[in-house]
């Protein structure tokens, strides 16, 4: 019986059951074996396509960019390629390479309806109404259920003033596609600047759930916080979004701001000095380093940081007049307007109580009042 059960025809023929990935596993083992493929010269151009693909739906555009001009490199022929480069350039925020990629993959007899939501979306962000709406229809008649669609219908809506018709078609966009990032920061945004704070809280919420590595949606949680006048939080959120992305020239001008409102001027200093990093051009930023500066007591940096400021802008009052601030102290005729440190000499006179003469008051001896004979009254 034993013997029977242990050569059992069934055992020799079973089937292991597969071991389930979860899709972030799949992504890395799939992006390894596409790595060693390419490695090997093996059909180069196609699996630095496939490669791409995988980096674009991550979220990783530098990593995607740069593998798909590989593969255009490669064979630039293929329409497929330069539609996944103008969803790139989309993502990356380079309209006029999209434009400019998705027209090329046109002219190679591409007609997907992904191409055509792209050409829509770029279309809009152009102000080209026209033509956006002509490509939307196309793409919506080939593809009826196509959350990019809705998306791109939901920003024309906006676009052209009506605010609650795009908010339906952005809401059809996220339950027809979870993962569209930019339906979620636009509705968010849409209900910001209707005021309607709790929605736009709610959209925030349910982005940040799915992408939580995104530093736009933590700005815009920051707007929504900064807009409620709950500033600490605020900062909270503009912080997370400069660490995601160090180069978020907004978040740090936020910081800033709300740091002056705060009094906090040193840290104010480090996130403009931050954002003179990112963008040398940013309106008034040398004013702007120059007045914390001044804040803090040093005025030898603010002066030179308010020259600046001049230089560019010989109209900038505000830099003339902190000049003007710092040469009324410099001579004497002003007093410090920061806010001392604890080991620092007051900027305020205090009197010298050693030389001011006290006279005593004295109580006088007598009244002298008339007196009222028919009462008789005797003072003493």
Known sequence: MLQSCQSDARNATRIPPTTKKSKAQWQIDAVNSLSDLIYRNIDVDLNYFKRSKIYFDREQYTEAMADINEAINEKDNVAEYFLLRGKINRELGAIDNALE???????????????????????????????????????????????????????????????????????????????????????????????????????????????????????????????????????????????????????????????????????????????????????????????CYEKLGNDIKAKEYFTYETEINPADQMSVYGLWRIRQRENGRMYPSFYADENSEPDFKTLDTTRVKIDMIKPRGTINMRIDSSRNAKIQ
């Open 101 to 291: 990629d998705a027209e090329r993959a046109e002219a190679l007899q591409q007609n997907t309806p992904d191409l055509y939501v792209l050409m829509a979306d770029i279309f809009q962000v152009k102000n080209r109404f026209r033509e956006a709406g002509a490509y939307l229809n196309q793409a919506m008649k080939m593809a009826p259920y196509d959350g990019s669609a809705y998306y791109v219908k939901g920003m024309l809506l906006a676009r052209q003033g009506d605010s609650l018709a795009s908010l339906a078609n952005l809401n059809n966009a996220i339950a027809m596609n979870p993962r569209l990032v930019r339906a979620y920061q636009q509705s968010t945004m849409i209900h910001l600047k209707l005021k309607d704070y709790g929605n736009a809280l709610a959209f925030n919420n349910r982005g940040l759930k799915r992408f939580p590595n995104n530093a736009e949606l933590y700005f815009q949680r920051g707007e929504i916080y900064k807009n409620l006048s709950v500033l600490d939080t605020a900062i909270v959120n503009y912080r997370k979004a400069t660490t995601l992305n160090p180069k978020f020239g907004d978040a740090f001008f936020q910081i800033g701001a709300l740091e002056i409102k705060l009094r906090g001027y040193y840290s104010a200093l480090l996130a403009f000095q931050q954002l003179q990093k990112v963008n040398t051009k940013h309106p008034q930023i040398n004013y702007l380093i120059a007045f």
